[in-house]
């Protein structure tokens, strides 16, 4: 366990802490009894000193880890591209190949309409959303322990289990719905979408109630379906590695469940990436499509 948890709860409560970066006010009194004398840009040493940081604070291990696997994303899909060859493909590009042959046969499936943004932003989510799924999977001391000899307080590797990650990137693809609603269709023809359907137009402000909660509810479901999985899941790895502290027999029973819940996990952060994609190209194809 961290050397900073003492108890199952400290441990537990550690574990899911993101590191937050943000503004501590004048006066504040820390963790550690420190007083500050002005108002101050500092790492949180606890988690009510991240709440008290507010709306403006950066879970920086969050920020960080998404970015570095945005970037090897970036590099080995690079990379194979210039490498490409009409010969036979090496082992890289032929899974490249295969990850892009599979997102396009979804796209043509999920999207009847034409717009050269779908399949690139299709591939993008996919194997991101895929890869910081990913690092659930490794061991939930490793990182953390690593960054406590290096007097990092907490790192929470998996950004997905981040409701600002998820969050951030479902309003992302909601912008991109109601610019398309509107483009494809006019503002005139996107509020009439809202506000005359499916009753009859007298009861357009029902319509008009219903439609918008319902436009609203994608991207919180969006977000919301992700975190809540991959939450529960880091949950269940950090409840399974609180099995080692209690002896030999209940620490080799868990290792057998960590192994089982790793291999039944790999299929949950697929299809969590899947469905991510899957519901992002429909509601694209719908904020193409003209309902009558």
Do not use: C
């Amino acid at each position: 366990m961290s050397g900073e948890a003492h108890t199952s709860g400290e441990y537990i409560k550690h574990h899911l802490q993101n590191l937050t970066y943000g503004t501590l006010p004048s006066g504040y009194q820390r963790e550690d009894g420190e007083v500050l004398q002005v108002s101050t840009r500092t790492i949180a040493h606890s988690a009510k000193e991240a709440k008290d940081m507010g709306f403006w604070a950066w879970n920086i291990d969050s920020l960080g880890v998404g970015i570095i696997l945005a970037l090897v994303v970036s590099l080995v899909f690079r990379s194979v591209a210039k490498k490409a060859s009409s010969g036979v493909p090496t082992g890289v590009q032929n899974f490249v190949e295969w990850v892009v042959e599979f997102i396009d046969g979804s796209v043509r499936g999920s999207f009847s309409h034409r717009n050269a943004l779908v399949a690139p932003l299709a591939l993008t989510i996919f194997v991101w959303v895929f890869l910081m799924n990913l690092m659930d999977l490794l061991p939930v001391d490793w990182l953390p322990h690593s960054a406590g000899w290096a007097g990092i307080p907490f790192l929470k590797i998996v950004p997905s289990t981040d409701p600002n990650v998820t969050f951030g990137m479902s309003l992302s693809v909601f912008a991109l719905v109601l610019y398309y609603s509107v483009k494809m269709k006019g503002p005139g023809g996107f509020f009439a979408e809202l506000a005359f359907q499916p009753f009859p137009k007298y009861l357009f402000p029902v319509n008009l109630l219903l439609e918008g909660v319902g436009l609203i509810a994608k991207p919180i479901s969006l977000a919301l379906r992700l975190f809540g999985n991959m939450y529960a899941g880091e949950m269940i790895f950090i409840l399974i590695a609180l099995m080692f502290g209690g002896g030999i027999i209940i620490g080799l029973f868990g290792g057998v469940l960590q192994w089982a819940w790793a291999v039944f996990h790999i299929l949950v952060i697929t299809l969590q990436a899947f469905i991510f994609m899957t519901l992002t190209i429909v509601y694209l194809d719908m904020a193409h499509s003209e309902h009558h």
